[in-house]
């Protein structure tokens, strides 16, 4: 677990780049009901748990700068003994002072009220603008308040800025401590990987592969899957977000999992694709190992200095060339690539952030350009290659290959650290681990 002092240091930091006179207001993930009377397990704001580590709803956390009664103020729910039987433990008043270092905390309920005492006499109010339609209102409502009340010598604020900014380009440059959390949940993402890829064999279901990933989260600690995971056999490889995961295995057919466990809200996102029966047949071993030179390619481009699009572009250059000598496209490499020729096969783009969300925050472009690499960036790189079943201007041996070869990779001062590098890639490695005695 995290430690207050490192929740405190991000709440700083935070306030330190709002500009002055300034209030920060963000509200908790609410609950969300399945059916009836039962919700789905609850997920926190990644935001909100970022700032306060509060995995609760019906809470709102306000931050006010240079504030002598406190900078941090936190409204939840109260303690309520009867609750706890049923539901368990949760912090009420007394828990978000002592436990989340809250330095006033008042009851939800008390929002309303409470909140244009806050925002009276500054000049702006940073929130997630537009994406919470009851905090939106509550904000309104004591901005309204204010202004009725202007005549006794009461202001209220009239700047009110988008806080995901601030927010997120601070989230994308990870502490020590997120990067431990994310190791954490890359350790234990490869050894489902391996459990999976260790029991494939055909007549299998994809839901008994998936159940073996989860098997293995789950006993190491970490009961949430960072996004549905993806068990995709034969074509289904070429659905790029498949998760109906219920077709049988067959027989001289790929396996494509894309599969990440999440550790204290922290994701890992790692995919596979492997022979069904242990061994690749000559088309899919070209392709994979075109896949998996294209990766290569990508993980090489990624240093500090260097920009967003240059593993992309890496990876473009050795699928395209590769297809080209595979016969699946015609024309010339250069031509092809400026013309965005390779999307036949490869749609998708090469990586993305990763963090608390599996598709993190931060701008992949600054001031019109892609920005640059910097130490302490998490990403993916995930090149791919699918041929749909019906592309009939390709030879046969072609078809219904889906193919995707995903890693996670910080960015350190000197390039990368590959967070997932335990997991076997080459052709020669995973025949020989799905050969090995179960």
């Known amino acids: 677990m995290l430690k207050n002092s490192e929740f405190k240091h991000r709440r700083q930091q935070l306030m330190r780049q709002m500009k002055k006179n300034a209030v920060a207001i963000i509200a908790s993930a609410p609950a969300v009901i399945r059916n009836r009377d039962v919700e789905y397990p609850y997920r926190q704001s990644s935001d909100f748990h970022y700032l306060t580590g509060l995995d609760e709803a019906e809470a709102v956390l306000v931050l006010i700068p240079g504030r002598k009664q406190g900078e941090y103020v936190l409204f939840c729910r109260e303690y309520d003994p009867e609750k706890a039987i049923w539901t368990g433990r949760h912090a009420g008043l007394e828990g978000a002072l002592q ?8 009851a939800i309920d008390d929002l ?5 005492r806050l925002l009276s006499q500054k000049d702006r109010v940073y929130y997630p603008i537009g994406q919470d339609s009851d905090l939106d209102e509550v904000i309104r409502a004591a901005v309204e308040v204010l202004k009725r009340q202007s005549r006794a010598g009461t202001s209220a604020p009239y700047d009110f800025i988008a806080l995901e900014h601030l927010l997120h380009e601070q989230r994308l440059i990870k502490s020590p401590q997120e990067i431990d959390l994310i190791k954490k949940a890359c350790e234990v993402t490869v050894k489902g990987h391996l459990r999976a890829m260790r029991q494939c064999r055909p007549g299998l279901w994809e839901y008994e592969i998936e159940a073996e990933l989860l098997h293995e989260f789950t006993r190491h600690g970490l009961r949430n899957t960072a996004y549905p995971s993806i068990v995709a056999g034969g074509t289904n490889a070429c659905v790029l977000h498949y998760t109906q995961n219920d077709a049988m295995l067959a027989n001289g057919d790929l396996l494509l999992i894309d599969a990440g466990a999440e550790h204290q809200c922290y994701a890992a ?12 047949t000559k088309p899919q071993r070209l392709l994979y190992e075109l896949v998996l030179a294209a990766q290569q390619a990508a993980i090489e481009a990624i240093k500090p200095q260097n920009r967003w699009n240059a593993p992309h572009e890496a990876a473009v250059k050795v699928l395209t060339k590769g297809l080209l000598r595979l016969g699946l496209i015609e024309g010339k490499a250069a ?3 400026k013309s965005e020729g390779y999307k036949k096969f490869f749609m998708h783009r090469t990586g993305h952030w990763l963090g608390m969300d599996v598709h993190d925050v931060g701008d992949y472009r ?3 350009k892609w920005r640059a690499f910097q130490p302490g960036m998490v990403l993916t790189v995930e090149p791919g290659l699918y041929v749909p079943p019906d592309c009939l201007e390709v030879d046969p041996c072609w078809r219904g290959i889906g193919i995707r070869i995903e890693d996670d990779v910080l960015v350190t001062k000197d390039g990368v650290e590959v967070l997932t590098r335990d997991l076997p890639k080459t ?6 681990l799905m050969a090995s005695p179960k």
């Open 112 to 116: 309303e009220d409470e909140l244009p």
């Open 269 to 280: 996102d790692v995919t596979r694709t492997y022979p069904v029966n242990g061994r690749f």
């Open 335 to 337: 031509n092809l690539i």
């Open 99 to 106: 436990c989340f270092g809250a330095d006033e905390a008042y």
């Open 366 to 368: 600054q001031n019109g």
């Open 427 to 432: 052709v020669k490695d995973i025949e020989a």
